[in-house]
């Protein structure tokens, strides 16, 4: 599975990078810092699962972040789209925008692990 992670914390990136590593059949395609190099990537790499930080800049508002969802399905409509986010009302937004998954911050790891697992099928 080529996964594409988007967050500008480096210190996140480095965190769920490390996750990602242990699990099997999990390939870290690109690491993004913002919206325009998050859809600049997804032309280039194709991913299978988008990870998406929705305190991105650039997803500072409901139409902002269903353009950005809507432009990465357009690059690739079987796209996955996990959002993950410490604020509690993202949930609502991100699966409104279009997201297929959602994990909170504040849960544990193992959460982001089956969303994945999900992705695969």
């Known amino acids: 599975m080529r996964v594409l992670l988007a967050d500008d914390q480096p210190t996140l990136r480095s965190a769920v990078r490390l996750l990602l590593e242990q699990e099997p059949g999990v390939d870290i395609v690109a ?13 280039d790499v194709h991913p299978d699962v988008v990870l998406l930080d929705w305190e991105l800049p650039g997803l500072n508002n409901t139409s902002a972040a269903r353009t950005v ?14 959002v993950f986010s410490g604020r509690p009302e993202a949930i609502r937004h991100a699966l409104a925008a279009g997201a297929s998954s959602f994990v909170s ?11 994945l697992r999900h992705a695969k099928g």
């Not at 969802?69 to 789209?81: C, D, E, H, S």
């Open 31 to 43: 690491e993004v810092a913002d919206t325009q190099s998050l859809l600049a990537k997804m032309a």
């Open 69 to 82: 969802v809507n432009a990465l399905y357009a690059t690739n409509p079987t796209v996955y789209i996990i």
């Open 105 to 115: 911050k504040a849960d544990p790891p193992e959460h982001l692990l089956a969303a």
